[in-house]
Every structure is written in structure tokens, then in C-alpha cells.
């Protein structure tokens, strides 16, 4: 785990992000659970306000419209729920507005795995086979292969702490990150 200094005043929040499959929302759960905080999957606030499932997104009104979606979502977030425990969507680091609320909402943990891992992982998700979009036209390991070597600067900048999750559990995981936590500056 390495640890960044946050470039902007931040907030009491603590959000999540990384490459799908390296399990935002459930160790967001259980961060959530152990801080006695709400919780908030940014994904599903989004399938919430449009009426849509998020591949209905992408397959009727195209990506650029998803993203739109997502900065709102954010921005309601961090204006609404400062307290929370938020899983953002893979992609929500695309856009630099989005990485300058996550950075003011609070302390971002990216949580991350090789691509390998991560492709065994989707596999066995049903949801990522029925419910989420593919990104490109390319399959699921060069998918996710160019997908985070594009990403992987934008999570390194938005991010105050990276973890790898490779062969840890989500409990495990979420207590590094509770451990940090208690030291960070953030109020408890
Ligand atoms: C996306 C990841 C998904 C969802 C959408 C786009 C991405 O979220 O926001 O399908 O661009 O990586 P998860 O990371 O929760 O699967």
C-alpha cells in the first residue's frame, strides 16, 4: 500500500474506486457497516434516478449519457451524503471534474488486481455478463488489459491510498483499510 498527499481539502467521506471486479461495493458494505455510516453504490443511485439499468444506458443513449448520469450522481453525493461510504463505477475517474469531487469528498482507496485476476473474477459475476456493458469491442482480458493501462494514471492521481486485493479477502481488505482510516486526518 503506498499514500499520496491530498493536493485539495478534504472532506470527512470515504470512497472507493478501481477497475470492476475488485469489489467496491462489497467492501464498501462492510466499511460502511464497521464506521456505522450509510452506504452508497454510485451505480445504483444512477439506475435509481434514470428508471434504467445502466446497460439500458449504454445501449439506448450511448456512453457519453452514462458519464453525464455519473457526474450528477456524484455531485449529489458529495453535496448530500458527506458522510458516506461511496463505491463509485470503474469509470468515474474518467472525467477530471469527477476526480476533483471525489478528492474533496474525502479519502479514495483504489483497490486493485491484475488483469487476470480480474477477468476470472467478472467471469464468475453473472452480473457483469448480464448487466454491465462491454467498454470496447475487444474481449474480456484485452478488454480489461487496455481499459486499466488507460485508467491506471487516473485512479494513481485521484487516489490517496492503493491496495492490492489480490488473494486477500474483503474483510481483510476492508480492515487495512479501517486501519488507515483511524490514522488518516479524517474524523471517525
Ligand atoms: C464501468 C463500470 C461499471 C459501471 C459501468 C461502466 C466502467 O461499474 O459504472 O458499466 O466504465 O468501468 P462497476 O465498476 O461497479 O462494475
Sequence with gaps: MSER???IERGGGLALVGY????KSTIGRLLADR???PFVD????????AGRTIRAIFEESGEPVFRDWEERVLGE???????AVL???GGAILRESNRRLLRSFGLVVWLRAEPDELARRLKADSLARHGRPSLTAAGTLREIVDVLE???PLYRA???????TQGKTPPEIAEVILNHWSRSEAPV
Excluded: K, Q, Y
Design 150 to 152: 488507460a485508467r491506471t
Design 20 to 23: 470492476r471486479g475488485t469489489g
Design 87 to 89: 463505491a463509485t463505477g
Design 5 to 7: 498527499e491530498p493536493e
Design 158 to 164: 485521484v487516489s490517496n491510498i492503493e491496495l492490492d
Design 77 to 83: 453525493v458529495v453535496a448530500s451524503r458527506p458522510d
Design 42 to 49: 454510485a451505480d445504483d443511485l444512477i439506475v435509481e434516478r
Design 35 to 37: 464506521l456505522r455510516r
